[in-house]
């Protein structure tokens, strides 16, 4: 069973970068085809994909957040992590790592605000 857990601050000021470690366990990120995302849904709205990390390191992002998003991955410690620079209020939502659309970890709540 792959379980995956999000971590990181809860609270971020304007302007800062936004920093977020999904760490999975059952299973390896290195393992091919897998695609390990990470989604938000901020509040009142639908799920927005961020972007993706495939199992070789390779990274796709959504072409509205290209700009501002970065993920990377940490092999030995079987974990992936996004940072989203230049935050503002509008990217106060709940923040999910997955695997595919299988599995998902339950969310961290990420608050931007002064």
């Known amino acids: 069973q792959v379980q995956l857990q999000e971590s990181g601050p809860g609270l971020v000021k304007p302007s800062q970068t936004l920093s977020l470690t999904c760490t999975v366990s059952?299973?390896?990120?290195?393992?091919?085809?897998?695609?390990w995302s990470w989604i938000r849904q901020p509040p009142g709205k639908g799920l927005e994909w961020m972007g993706v990390i495939a199992y070789d390191g390779s990274t796709y992002y959504s072409p509205s957040l290209k700009s501002r998003t970065s993920i990377s991955r940490d092999t030995s410690k079987n974990q992936f992590s996004l940072q989203l620079s230049s935050v503002t209020p509008e990217d106060t939502a709940v923040y999910y790592c997955?695997?595919?659309?299988?599995?998902w970890g339950q969310g961290t709540q990420v608050t931007v605000s002064s």
């Open positions: 997955a695997r595919e659309d299988e599995y």
């Open positions: 059952g299973g390896s990120i290195t393992t091919s085809y897998y695609a």
